[in-house]
């Protein structure tokens, strides 16, 4: 059992409708909104204007990058200065001075800075992993190749030489993608008056328009946690957005060229895989030894695009997810730590529901294999997959990724027979996804257009071909339409779905969780077993006011019609629904006596289905604060009265829902401090006696210099009265001849997150997480829903029903001359998953991996609760040991 994904519809707010009313609506809002704005929109003027860098030629020898400014280029360079406080007194000259330069030569950009500070023992200097800068003392340089006013790159350099860098996909800097993974060099020196640092960064490595004198957007950030002090060179001021449109000019670098950034990163693993013996299982003799190799490679295609592939890729080093019960009719979705598919994926990224999840390719395989032992692959085989990406001098960026998944097989054995026999689970299957977005505009407005396909290799009348659809195509337009330099953004998409198959596989379309065609008391849907296809819509459309002094507010609409499917290439949780939202928030970016900032917001979400049946409502407030001495809090409160789901019943009528009130608080430190920590908690109570308590924490620090230890226990205890348990036969006429039967359920979960590392140097870790798990439910008060619409239920036991326990657990449950079983549904289970790596980058680009994964697990049909005792119980449970080394070589071909 996994996944953690709460049932009912509350949480998922989904996107808007272009139908009927609700269309004419939207359609009217747009307009009126549209004129509102241009009629208030002025030239936003960035203060970047004054603010210049001059980069010069390395005429010589370019300088070795040692973190000590000691080469004869620095002593010509011209230094920039000046930088402003954002914290702790936005506006104020920065306390510590911090001056950069910046040269170059025909293949990199070179960074020098020097950075005062009066007493450099008292430096924040940890060695830590790359892309972990932690509480350590930092420089960011962030530039805008493009000049394009959306987009930059981010590298930052600590005291400790530590190397972090990300990409910022829009006009925002806390939108950091930090799976971008550039080949750069960096270092630092901490000497009396500070500490200074070099960075060189390769042409290569960056995307820039064709032209004989470039003009760059640039930034530069300074953090020191000693003294709370966040500095900018160009500041942004809390209260206004944008990140690269206020970026200052670096001008100076002329005569380069796009690399083509041919790129070759082959490697080799090799594996073992060692499991808990079963002598009756022909599949396993204990251990499992295996060898590949594969290739990763780049090529530029002209100045703007670059194309990546893989083949045979492999994946080991990657962190296992994390266990979790899922007792939802919901699928779970983890996300994507396959390097291959994190980086640039922002590009697929769009307004809406997500059309594309990279997760679907590799997936576990969907078909079955029956026996009393199994042999069925973890993941569907990748055999090649390749992407497009970049951004045209136009304003025109673009993404696509193809791959191309194996034709899977299982084994199973029979002990009775005593014979094997082999299965398909998953058909041989393409994959693709394209995505272009226009930038237009002087608040940099975007236009987007996404496409996103699946085809699997089925023939009608396989047994697969009445499980998988044969094809589904999906797509999307989106917008994002900026005024006075972002201040105001009218924001939405259109999109549409398409799948075919077998009748079979469109009647479990039809009937999955996500639609529930099968509804008996359903009018606008029905279920057509004959259908080999589906057509659906959905859109949105979303009012905002996101920077300001004080006052912000957010307003939308959304619809996903009854046939909306993308759940073969994206995400999708339900459809069928009409929602509405609206958020108001004050805040206060100036520290007065108690706070340094503040916010209160007040927001509500309502969602009907296309029968006009409301589904939910909720009311909101939210308090965040932060303290003078940064510590940080936050308060929400949240109601939901009662209302109908067409969910709880999974198939069945409309069935009431609970009214429920929901508390959370959460504290934290300052991040700065080198004792990091935060506690949450959250409380619910429902009308039907139902209740949920969940408390977590997290809790970091470091022991010494190279050490880094942080806690992430958990604990949730929960009471639901109406959790779905089973659907019978020879029911009341009431109920359409069924039983949708629920009971109480007693939940108790401890967990934790442990991670250790232990950086020898910036670029040789040792990293190690472990995650106990263990979770428990008790199952009690059985009965069936008293009538369509109703909260209630038949309780059995009353109303002329008897019910009695089995010394297995199950319950034998007698109605007047019906008799039928239920199940033991009680459960308690207990994981321990573990991963540990070696990461040495022995040459730049060029990474060696040594991992060891642990993955255990056991389960009973008991229903006692778990105490904290039981997290370790896990170690002692079946499971399976794998190592591997893997070895990979970056070449750069030019």
């Known amino acids: 059992m996994s996944g953690n994904i709460e049932e009912g519809t509350g949480q998922r707010l989904k996107s808007v409708v272009n139908d009927g009313t609700c269309a004419k609506a939207c359609l009217i809002f747009f307009l009126v909104g549209s004129f509102c704005l241009e009629a208030v929109a002025g030239n936003h003027e960035a203060d970047h204007s004054q603010k210049i860098a001059q980069a010069h030629r390395i005429k010589?020898?370019?300088?070795?990058?040692?973190?000590?400014?000691?080469?004869?280029?620095?002593?010509?360079?011209?230094?920039?200065?000046?930088?402003?406080?954002?914290?702790?007194?936005?506006?104020?000259?920065?306390?510590h001075t911090t001056e950069v330069a910046f040269v170059y030569d025909a293949s990199a950009l070179y960074v020098g800075a020097r950075l005062n500070y009066p007493n450099p023992e008292e430096i924040h200097a940890f060695v830590t992993r790359r892309d972990n800068a932690g509480n350590s003392e930092r420089l960011v340089v962030s530039l805008d190749p493009y000049h394009d006013q959306r987009t930059a790159y981010s590298f930052a350099v600590t005291?400790?030489?530590v190397r972090v860098d990300y990409f910022h996909s829009s006009d925002s800097e806390h939108n950091r993608d930090y799976r971008f993974d550039p080949v750069w060099e960096a270092k630092s020196s901490i000497g009396e008056d500070g500490w200074t640092a070099e960075m060189k960064i390769p042409f290569s490595q960056l995307r820039f328009n064709k032209k004989e004198k470039q003009v760059w957007g640039i930034n530069i950030n300074r953090w020191i946690p000693n003294t709370n002090e966040d500095l900018y060179w160009v500041l942004v001021p809390k209260d206004e957005t944008g990140w690269a449109s206020r970026f200052g000019d670096l001008v100076g670098i002329e005569g380069i060229r796009p690399s083509r950034r041919i790129e070759l990163l082959p490697y080799q693993t090799?594996?073992?895989?060692?499991?808990?013996?079963?002598?009756?299982?022909?599949?396993?003799?204990?251990?499992?030894?295996?060898?590949?190799?594969?290739?990763?490679f780049k090529m530029g295609?002209?100045?703007?695009?670059?194309?990546?592939?893989?083949?045979?890729?492999?994946?080991?080093?990657?962190?296992?997810?994390?266990?979790?019960?899922?007792?939802?009719?919901?699928?779970?979705?983890?996300?994507?730590?396959?390097?291959?598919?994190?980086?640039?994926?922002?590009?697929?990224?769009?307004?809406?529901?997500t059309f594309f999840y990279s997760r679907r390719i590799g997936a576990p395989p969907h078909g079955r294999a029956n026996g009393d032992f199994m042999d069925v692959p973890d993941n569907t085989t990748i055999l090649s997959a390749a992407k497009l990406s970049g951004r045209l001098q136009s304003g025109l960026s673009i993404g696509a990724l193809t791959a191309v998944t194996a034709r899977e097989h299982a084994s199973s054995y029979d002990q009775v027979t005593d014979s094997t026999t082999s299965v398909e689970v998953e058909p041989l299957t393409a994959f693709g996804a394209t995505r272009v977005q226009q930038?237009?505009?002087?608040?940099?407005?975007?236009?987007?257009?996404?496409?996103?396909?699946?085809?699997?290799?089925?023939?009608?009348?396989?047994?697969?071909?009445?499980?998988?659809?044969?094809?589904?195509?999906?797509?999307?337009?989106?917008?994002?339409?900026?005024?006075?330099?972002?201040?105001?953004?009218?924001?939405?998409?259109?999109?549409?779905?398409?799948?075919?198959?077998?009748?079979?596989?469109?009647?479990?379309?039809?009937?999955?969780?996500?639609?529930?065609?099968?509804?008996?008391?359903?009018?606008?849907?029905?279920?057509?077993?004959?259908?080999?296809?589906?057509?659906?819509?959905?859109g949105s459309i979303n009012f905002e006011k996101n920077s300001g002094e004080h006052w912000l507010w957010d307003v939308g609409f959304s619809a996903e019609s009854p046939n909306f499917e993308i759940n073969d290439t994206g995400i999708l949780f339900s459809t069928d629904e009409i929602g509405a939202w609206g958020e108001l928030e004050y805040r206060?970016?100036?520290?007065?006596?108690?706070?340094?900032?503040?916010?209160?917001?007040?927001?509500?979400?309502?969602?009907?289905?296309?029968?006009?049946?409301?589904?939910?409502?909720?009311?909101?407030?939210?308090?965040?604060?932060?303290?003078?001495?940064?510590?940080?809090?936050?308060?929400?409160?949240?109601?939901?009265?009662?209302?109908?789901?067409?969910?709880?019943?999974?198939?069945?009528?409309?069935?009431?829902?609970?009214?429920?009130w929901h508390v959370f608080a959460e504290l934290g430190n300052n991040r700065a401090s080198k004792v990091n920590w935060g506690i949450f908690a959250s409380y619910i109570n429902d009308d039907l006696d139902g209740w949920d308590f969940d408390a977590d924490a997290e809790f970091s620090f470091k022991p010494a210099d190279q050490w880094e230890l942080s806690l992430s226990p958990g604990y949730s205890r929960e009471r639901n009265t109406r959790q779905y348990f089973d659907e019978k036969t020879n029911g009341r006429e009431i109920t359409f001849g069924q039983r949708y039967i629920f009971s109480a359920i007693d939940r108790s979960t401890?967990?934790?997150?442990?991670?250790?590392?232990?950086?020898?140097?910036?670029?040789?870790?040792?990293?190690?997480?472990?995650?106990?798990?263990?979770?428990?439910?008790?199952?009690?008060?059985?009965?069936?829903?008293?009538?369509?619409?109703?909260?209630?239920?038949?309780l059995y036991g009353s109303d002329g029903t008897t019910v009695t326990e089995n010394e297995d657990g199950s319950r034998t449950v007698t109605d007047d001359e019906a008799s039928f079983d239920l199940r033991n549904g009680d459960f308690n289970v207990r994981s321990f998953r573990s991963n540990v790596v070696l990461r040495w980058e022995w040459r730049r680009g060029s990474t060696l991996f040594l991992v060891w994964q642990q993955d255990r697990f056991s389960s009973e049909r008991r229903g006692d609760l778990v105490s904290p005792g039981d997290l370790f119980n896990g170690l002692s449970a079946d499971g399976d040991n794998f190592l591997a080394l893997k070895v990979s070589y970056w070449l750069p071909i030019r």
């Open 750 to 794: 401890f967990s934790s997150q442990i991670r250790l590392n232990y950086a020898i140097t910036p670029d040789l870790s040792l990293e190690v997480y472990a995650e106990p798990f263990a979770a428990s439910g008790r199952r009690f008060d059985f009965g069936e829903l008293l009538a369509p619409r109703s909260r209630q239920l038949r």
């Open 439 to 538: 930038e237009f505009g002087a608040s940099q407005s975007t236009i987007g257009f996404m496409f996103t396909g699946m085809r699997r290799d089925l023939s009608s009348g396989e047994p697969l071909a009445a499980r998988l659809n044969r094809q589904a195509y999906a797509g999307n337009s989106d917008w994002n339409l900026r005024f006075q330099g972002g201040k105001y953004e009218i924001s939405g998409y259109m999109g549409f779905s398409y799948v075919e198959g077998d009748s079979a596989a469109i009647t479990r379309v039809q009937r999955s969780s996500a639609r529930y065609f099968q509804r008996p008391d359903a009018t606008h849907v029905s279920l057509d077993s004959s259908r080999t296809s589906l057509f659906g819509y959905a």
């Open 301 to 353: 295609l002209g100045p703007n695009l670059t194309l990546e592939g893989t083949v045979n890729p492999d994946f080991s080093q990657v962190e296992a997810d994390p266990a979790v019960v899922n007792l939802t009719a919901f699928e779970t979705f983890f996300p994507e730590r396959r390097p291959f598919f994190t980086e640039g994926s922002q590009l697929f990224d769009n307004i809406g529901p």
């Open 159 to 161: 005291a400790a030489g």
């Open 60 to 95: 010589l020898n370019a300088p070795q990058v040692d973190g000590v400014l000691d080469d004869q280029v620095w002593k010509r360079a011209e230094f920039v200065s000046g930088l402003k406080q954002k914290d702790p007194n936005e506006g104020q000259p920065a306390m």
């Open 588 to 660: 206060e970016t100036q520290p007065g006596n108690l706070f340094r900032e503040y916010a209160l917001e007040v927001a509500t979400f309502n969602e009907w289905n296309f029968e006009g049946v409301r589904q939910f409502s909720i009311l909101d407030v939210f308090l965040n604060f932060t303290f003078k001495n940064f510590w940080r809090s936050t308060l929400h409160f949240h109601y939901r009265p009662d209302a109908l789901s067409s969910e709880l019943t999974r198939g069945g009528p409309l069935m009431g829902t609970a009214s429920d």
């Open 270 to 296: 090799s594996s073992a895989t060692f499991s808990d013996v079963n002598p009756d299982n022909p599949f396993t003799d204990g251990s499992e030894l295996s060898s590949r190799v594969g290739l990763d």
